[in-house]
């Protein structure tokens, strides 16, 4: 894998040694110690500045994956450090800290490129989502950018998804589609890789040679959606200081990718519609028609018609995008293609680490086969990659792995030994149920205890409970 560089030209990668770092700028010494402690348990690098000085400096040497910055700073303010920040590296994600209700400074940050903001006295868990959600937003932005690297390089497209039947079949579809100027309706949980999928198509579209642009409906406050997506003109609202094109113009005669499209509004979702119809659009407090040709591609995570049926989502607007619809398989659905994408992450890591180990061991692979994945193939890559900074032998062994995995084949290995009339599956949830509720009540029905006690990630934990219907 190249290593991912700054504007600065430091490699992001190599400092990283495989453990996320993040920044806490702030003047107040409890909160930063108060901060650094939460983040250090969460597992977390964490370093700290006093001042603006102080974290530019950082800035350029140590690049931090993140960073939290204090909006009212002695000398310079968190603005103008942010302005800075982004000059310095303009893929930095930035989250930012107030105690003020003050929403001129807040929309201006997110105008700048902070990634999100939190009020203090803040909710530990509720900042820890937000730090895992943009972090995991960064890993798949480095991710495309690899891919964009390995698509100039011509390399096959099965290199970069699979080949089992469901991925091969998948892959006929963006053949078969990609040429056309079709909107295109990409349906897949988490992690499957929709975003690498929109980018095949317009790689091998007639518009491969004009801009890409992509953004995600479900990261952006709704108060900031309608400008990211049409723009504004000087002085729309309090804080538009100059004019601003939104992500329909930036990519006009190009392709618009729409992530999780179903976070849009009622209201949002009129105004988008009108604007595929029409094919222009006028920015915020302009009043000038702008023509637009862009191609849209559209991604979610839910099956949008059933969102649309429950009158969550407009019937004419998913009809105006679903011309075209591609399902992307989890990858329990296509276990086959498990190996072969841990040994594309097996090289890539060591290429990153600068380590040689060469395979997964039969007991480790056996484990990765029998696994869920809830997070599907970015949860496998994320697990390949620890496992190769972490082992100490020349093969990944079992106890490389999450203890969370090792549990799922126990539990796995007990449900087959279980005389009973039920299915399979249906065994497997009543062993897995009779776990959780266990660990539940040894936690006094904490959550996150239980998540501990399950060696199990807390988001996984919820998403058991939820399917479970526990």
Not at 329 to 335: F, H, I, N, V
């Amino acid at each position: 894998m190249d290593p991912v560089r700054n504007s600065n030209g430091v490699d992001k990668t190599e400092v990283s040694n495989g453990v996320e770092k993040i920044l806490i700028v702030d003047d107040d010494r409890d909160i930063r110690f108060s901060l650094s402690h939460i983040l250090k348990e969460t597992g977390y690098d964490v370093i700290d500045a006093r001042d603006g000085r102080e974290a530019l400096k950082i800035l350029r040497g140590n690049c931090p994956d993140l960073v939290l910055l204090d909006m009212r700073l002695p000398g310079m303010d968190g603005i103008e450090i942010l302005e800075k920040a982004k000059k310095i590296d303009k893929d930095l994600i930035v989250i930012m800290l107030t105690a003020y209700s003050d929403v001129k400074d807040t929309v201006k940050a997110m105008r700048l490129g902070a990634y999100d903001y939190i009020t203090k006295p803040f909710d530990n868990e509720e900042l820890i989502l937000i730090i895992k959600k943009a972090l995991s937003t960064q890993d798949l932005s480095r991710e495309v950018k690899n891919l964009r690297r390995k698509l100039g390089e011509k390399l096959a497209i099965e290199e970069v998804m699979g080949e089992s039947p469901q991925i091969k079949q998948v892959l006929k579809q963006v053949e078969i589609i990609a040429p056309k100027n079709m909107t295109v309706i990409i349906q897949g949980e988490s992690g499957t890789g929709k975003e690498i999928i929109t980018q095949l198509i317009h790689q091998k579209s007639l518009r491969k040679d004009k801009p890409f642009v992509a953004i995600d409906c479900g990261a952006i406050p709704e108060t900031l959606i309608e400008s990211e997506l049409f723009g504004y003109e000087k002085g729309a609202f309090t804080g538009a200081d100059d004019r601003k094109e939104g992500k329909f113009e930036q990519s006009n005669n190009g392709t618009l990718f729409l992530d999780e499209i179903t976070n849009l509004t009622d209201a949002m979702q009129m105004k988008l519609l009108r604007v595929i119809q029409e094919r222009n659009l006028q920015r915020l407090g302009g009043k000038r028609d702008i023509r637009i040709d862009i191609r849209i591609l559209a991604a979610t995570n839910t099956k949008l018609y059933e969102v649309v049926q429950a009158g969550k989502f407009r019937e004419d607007l998913f009809h105006r995008l679903n011309e075209f619809h591609i399902y992307l398989p989890p990858l329990c659905e296509r276990k086959e293609d498990i190996p072969f994408l841990t040994k594309r992450f097996l090289d890539e890591a060591n290429q990153e680490y600068n380590k040689t180990v060469k395979k997964v061991s039969g007991e480790a692979m056996k484990i990765l086969l029998n696994y869920r994945w809830p997070g599907n193939v970015r949860e496998l890559r994320n697990i390949i990659k620890t496992a190769v900074l972490l082992t100490e032998s020349d093969e990944i062994l079992p106890t490389d792995l999450p203890e969370e995995m090792n549990n799922c084949l126990n539990e796995l290995n007990l449900a087959r030994t279980l005389d009973i009339d039920a299915s399979f599956d249906d065994t497997v949830k009543q062993v897995e149920s009779k776990l959780i509720r266990k660990a539940l009540v040894q936690a006094g029905y904490n959550k996150f205890k239980a998540a501990k006690l399950l060696s199990m990630n807390r988001k996984t934990l919820y998403r058991r409970i939820k399917s479970l219907k526990l």
